[in-house]
């Protein structure tokens, strides 16, 4: 019986930020005998989710993602074995995880020509894991795949490099996009895990958002929602530990 394991199945890396897909290797008929499946439900490594059917991807560091290609389950007596209602979570450590959103995935054709078809645009989102998680397949007893591809954009622009850098320095707060309109990264490196707390404070030092922060050891990432905010340059305080001075930032929202 398959299990839910940690698995790349392919990885088609661009050095553009466009999807390419005539520099990828296409699936031929003979890779349809062969998909992954989930027959038993397993713990999900998002605990923010139930035990159930999952594939998560490790690319080896972070990597800034373009577009996702999906070839669901093509094998005909099992097409219904095929992911239908998916989330797609993204994170830096594989404990810390954003939802990019719940996806329909159409059921695969069973035809040797099956071309599969966009499974989610990540717009360039930063991450090392993704994690697919099927709320629900086509029918079938268990739950699969066929194959993912994933266009990661070239690493050396402006925006990864900072990234990188930050990484590197125990008292950087990176806020990124800046400004940002819906929402805002703010990634930062702890040398230990913790509970430490968010603060967002107006022009005139009026605390307009607070959260409490689960710190893991490394790198950490927290996505800060500003959608209905003014459009001003707002404080952002990162209190890594309770204990520690906060590192703090400037955000600007422009609407």
């Known amino acids: 019986m398959k299990m839910n394991k940690f698995i790349v ?8 930020t ?14 349809w005998d062969n998909p992954w ?3 038993e439900v397993k713990q999900c490594p998002n605990r923010n989710r139930a035990d159930g059917h999952w594939i998560m991807y490790d690319f080896g560091e972070m990597r800034r993602i373009s577009k996702m290609h999906v070839w669901n389950i093509n094998e005909t007596s099992i097409v219904n074995h095929g992911f239908k ?16 959103g719940t996806y329909s995935w159409p059921m695969a054709s069973g035809s040797n020509i099956y071309g599969g078809f966009e499974g989610a645009d ?11 998680y099927a709320h629900e397949n086509w029918g079938g007893a268990c739950s699969g795949l066929t194959e993912v591809k994933f266009n990661l954009m070239r690493n050396n622009d402006d925006a990864l490099t900072e990234f990188f850098s930050a990484m590197e320095d125990e008292d950087a707060l990176l806020i990124y ?7 805002a990264s703010l990634v930062f490196q702890s040398a230990t895990q913790g509970e430490g707390y968010i603060q967002v404070f107006n022009f005139l030092g009026q605390r307009v958002f607070g959260a409490d922060l689960e710190v893991f050891e490394g790198p950490n990432r927290y996505t800060l929602p500003v959608e209905g905010w003014a459009s001003q340059i707002y404080v952002v305080s990162v209190h890594v530990h309770v204990d520690q001075e906060p590192l703090v930032g400037k955000l ?4």
């Open 122 to 132: 990540f717009a360039g989102e930063s991450a090392r894991y993704v994690l697919l």
């Open 85 to 100: 209602s998916v989330s797609v979570d993204f994170s830096s450590n594989g404990r810390h995880w954003t939802e990019l």
């Open 177 to 183: 996009p800046n400004p940002a309109r819906d929402q």
């Open 252 to 255: 600007v929202v422009n609407r």
């Open 37 to 39: 499946q989930s027959c």
């Open 9 to 16: 199945t392919f990885l088609c890396v661009m050095l553009v």
């Open 18 to 31: 466009g999807w390419a897909q005539g520099q990828c290797v296409e699936p031929d008929a003979s890779i």
